[in-house]
C-alpha cells in the first residue's frame, strides 16, 4: 500500500511530500533463515514517520567483540530537513573498529552504540532542504563514529559524501579509510617524485596495498616488508602484481642483502609504519639523509625507538598520521576531502587501485566475520553484506 507521507520543515515552514512507503518496506522486511518478516511498528513520530525496525549490530559496553556486539533490532529516527535516509550496502571489520569496541581506541561513542566506522551506503530518500545529494547516491561516512554495521540509518547531509556508484562495491566500502590514509601519507610528508622510493612494513595491510598501488600509479618505488610465513612466495607475488618493486622480509632489513637492493633502488625519502618496537627501527636506518618516518599504527604494540645518531647525522623527521584527525581539519572546507576521493575513484576506474582481498559475510555471521578479523596473519578483510 502506497501511503503519501507529508513532512514539515519546520525551519523553512514549507510543506515537502514525499512517498515513504518504499523506504519503509526496504526497511521493514528482512530475510529470516529464507522467509521474509515484516516488523513494522506503526507509532508514528511528530515528524509524521512511522518507527522503522532495522538490524544492526550494537555493543552496550566495551569488551571482547564475540561477547559483547549482538545482532538488534533499533527504531530509525523520524528524518529531518536536512536528513538522508541510506539503506547500507557493505562495511568492512578494521582494526580501528575493533579497538573501539574494546575500548581502546582514541575516540569511543556513547554507549549503546553500533560498530562500525566504515562503509558504503546507498540514499533511498532526502529531507526537502538537502541540496548535495539524491536518491540513488552512493554515500561514505565524512568521518568516523557514524556506526556502519547496520541495514538503513537516517544521517545528517553533512555527515556523508558521495562516491561515484560506478566503481566496484568493495571498492567503495574500503575507501574512506585505508587508501584515504595511503593517500595522504604519499603526499604531504614528502615531494616524491618518479623513480624515488618508499620502505614501508605491514605492506599486506589494507594500508600497505593501497600504498602499493598508488606509489605504483605515481611511478614511486616501493620496498614492502612483511612478516614472514608459510605462504610468503605466494605474499610476495601478489604484492609484486599490485605494483611492488620489491617485497622482502623483516629480518632482511638488516642483512647485507639490502646494500645489493640499493644498487638498483634509490634509498627511500619515506618510511611509513604501521608495526612499531623494532620493525620501526629497522625503517629508520635506510632512510635517506632528511628522510621522513610516518606511523600510522602500533600493531606489534611496543613503542617506536628512534636511534639518536638518525636524528643527529641523518636529520631524520619523525612523525604520526591519524586520517580522522586528517578528516576534522579539513572539514569546514570539503574540496581537500573531495579532490582525495574523486583520484582515488579516477585510480579505481582505470584499474590502477583494487580493494584489498576480501571475504563477503552476511550480517548474521557477523560472529564469524569478528573471530576472523582478530586473527593473526589474517590475509583478507571482512566485509559485511547487508
Known amino acids: 500500500m502506497w501511503l503519501p507521507f507529508r513532512i514539515v520543515c519546520l525551519r523553512s515552514q514549507t510543506v515537502c511530500r514525499r512517498s515513504f512507503a518504499a ?17 513494522v511498528s506503526l507509532f508514528s513520530h511528530s515528524a509524521g514517520l512511522a518507527a522503522q525496525p532495522c538490524k544492526a549490530l550494537l555493543f552496550r559496553k566495551h569488551g571482547n567483540p564475540s561477547q559483547v556486539v549482538q545482532l538488534e533490532g533499533v527504531d530509525l529516527p523520524p528524518m529531518g530537513a536536512k536528513d ?4 547500507m550496502l557493505a562495511a568492512p571489520i578494521n582494526s580501528s573498529d575493533i579497538n573501539m569496541i574494546q575500548g581502546t581506541y582514541a575516540i569511543l561513542p556513547d554507549l549503546p552504540a553500533v560498530g562500525g566506522n566504515e562503509g558504503v551506503a546507498q540514499v533511498i530518500e532526502v529531507g526537502c532542504q538537502v541540496k548535495s545529494l539524491k536518491t540513488g547516491d552512493w554515500v561514505i561516512p565524512k568521518d568516523a563514529g557514524l556506526g556502519t554495521w547496520r541495514t538503513e540509518a537516517v544521517l545528517a547531509e553533512d555527515d556523508v559524501i558521495s562516491l561515484s556508484n560506478d566503481i566496484p562495491l568493495l571498492s567503495a566500502a574500503t575507501l574512506g579509510v585505508n587508501p584515504c590514509t595511503a593517500f595522504r601519507m604519499l603526499s604531504d610528508f614528502e615531494d616524491l617524485k618518479p623513480g ?34 608459510p605462504e610468503f612466495t605466494q605474499l610476495s607475488d601478489r604484492l ?26 634509490p634509498k627511500p625519502k619515506l618510511a611509513l609504519n604501521g608495526v612499531g618496537g623494532k620493525s620501526a627501527t629497522e625503517l629508520l636506518r ?85 573471530d576472523t578479523a582478530m586473527q593473526p596473519f589474517t590475509s583478507a578483510k571482512q566485509v559485511l553484506i547487508m
Request: glycine share 8%; proline share 2%.
Open 23 to 39: 523506504a519503509l518496506l526496504k526497511c521493514s522486511r528482512h530475510k529470516d533463515n529464507g522467509n521474509v518478516t515484516a516488523n
Open 84 to 87: 538522508v535516509l541510506v539503506k
Open 196 to 229: 624515488d622510493s618508499v620502505i614501508q612494513n605491514a605492506a599486506n595491510s589494507g594500508v600497505g596495498q593501497a600504498v602499493i598501488q598508488i606509489a605504483a600509479a605515481r611511478g614511486i618505488n616501493t620496498i614492502n616488508v612483511v612478516r614472514d610465513r
Open 240 to 265: 609484486k602484481a599490485m605494483g611492488g618493486t620489491h617485497v622482502i622480509k623483516e629480518e632482511a632489513l638488516r642483512r647485507p642483502e639490502m646494500k645489493e637492493l640499493f644498487k638498483t633502488c
Open 286 to 370: 635506510h632512510l635517506q639523509f632528511g628522510g621522513s618516518m610516518v606511523t600510522y599504527g602500533g600493531m606489534a604494540k611496543q613503542p617506536v625507538t628512534v636511534p639518536v645518531s638518525a636524528l643527529i647525522f641523518k636529520d631524520v623527521k619523525v612523525r604520526g598520521f591519524w586520517v580522522t584527525q586528517w578528516k576534522r581539519d579539513h572539514s569546514s572546507d570539503g574540496r581537500a576531502f573531495r579532490a582525495m576521493l574523486d583520484e582515488l575513484c579516477h585510480l579505481i576506474q582505470q584499474g590502477k587501485l583494487t580493494a584489498p582481498v576480501c571475504t563477503e559475510v552476511g550480517l548474521r555471521d557477523y560472529n564469524k566475520a569478528l
